[in-house]
C-alpha cells in the first residue's frame, strides 16, 4: 500500500493506494506548508503551516493535533525529521520558521529548543526575502542520512549554512554554494551528496557542503524548485525549473518543465506523460525508496514514474475540487 502526503493552501490531502487511489482531506483553512514523517515511525507526521503552527498526527495521517507549545513563530516553514539521531521509535524532529530559526524536539514534539547559535553566523546580517526583504525564512531542512546530527539548512534567501553537532553549533554559507536554496535532498547510497534545486540554479556536492558544482548544461530554465535523485542511482536526478518565480508559482500564468541529468550527461527535458509546461507550475518530488518510484505533484494532480523520469504516468484519483489547482507547497511518501 503507497500513500503520499501532499499540502496545499486549501489544505493537506493523503492519496492512499489500496485497490484504487483515495484521497483525504485534513487542516482546511490552515494553510499547510511543509510535511515530513518520522522514518524511526512511519504513523509519526508532522505538518507545519503558515500562520498556524506545527501539527502532529501519530496514526498516519488519520488525525492531528496542534503542538501546542515551544516553538516561538507561528509560520512554520520547513520541517524534517533525523534518520540518523533519536532513539530506535522516535527521531529528532527539526522545525524551521519565518522569521528564520530552528528549534530541535527530542521528544517528538512535546518540548523543543531554540538552536539560536544559526543566528550569529556571519552572514545573517544579509539574508532577506526579496518579495519581504524585512524579513526571511528557514526554506528547507536537509538532515544527513548517513551521519547523525550533520544537518543542512536553506534560508530564504541568503544561504544554505550546516551543523555537524544537532544544532549546537553552525557552519556558514561557502563560496561558489549556491544561494538561494528552495529544496534539497540527499542519498543513502552516496555519502557526502548533497542535492540542491536553487533560484540561482542546481548545485550539486559530493563532500557535504564543503566544495559545490553548479551544473547548467541543458537547463533552459535557471529557477529551480524541485529536485529528487533515483533512490537507485544516486547519478541520476530530476529537477523541476522555470524562468522565475512568476512562471514556476503563478497558477494562471505558470510555465515549468522537469528536467532529468544522469551521469555526465547534460540536462534534458523529462517530460513524457506530464501535462504540458505551459499551465503547469513547478513540480515537487517525492521518493519510494521500496520499488524506487518517484512522484511528482504540481497544480494537475499525482505522476509517478518507475524509470527515473524516463516516462510518467498521472495517478487516477478524485481530488477535492481546487485542492491542487493552485499547486502544491510540499509532498512526501508515507510508508504504510
Known sequence: MSALVITTPEGLLIARQASHWTVESHLGGRSPDCVAVDPHDPRRVYCGTAGDGLHRSTDGGRTWQPVEAGIAHSEISAVAVSPTEGSRTLGVVYAGTNPSSVFRSEDGGESWRELSN???????????????????????????????GRVFVAIEAGALVRTFDGGQTWTDRVSGGPYDTHTAATHRRARGRVYSAAGDGYFQSDDGGDNWVHFEDG????????????PVDPDTVLVSAASGPGLAYGSRSAEATVYRRTGDDPFAPAMNGLPPARGTVASLFAVDPRTGAIFAANNHGLFRTQD????????????????VGTGVSAVIYLPE
Do not use: Q
Not at 219 to 229: F, I, K, M, Q, T
Open 118 to 148: 544559526m543566528l550569529s553566523l556571519p552572514s545573517a546580517g544579509e539574508w532577506s526575502f526579496p518579495p519581504h526583504p524585512e524579513t526571511h525564512h528557514v526554506r528547507w531542512i536537509e538532515p544527513d542520512p548517513k551521519v547523525a
Open 219 to 230: 537547463l533552459r530554465h535557471r529557477y529551480l524548485v524541485g529536485v529528487a535523485a533515483d
Open 308 to 323: 527515473a523520469g524516463g516516462t510518467w504516468t498521472a495517478i487516477e484519483a478524485d481530488w477535492p475540487g481546487g485542492s
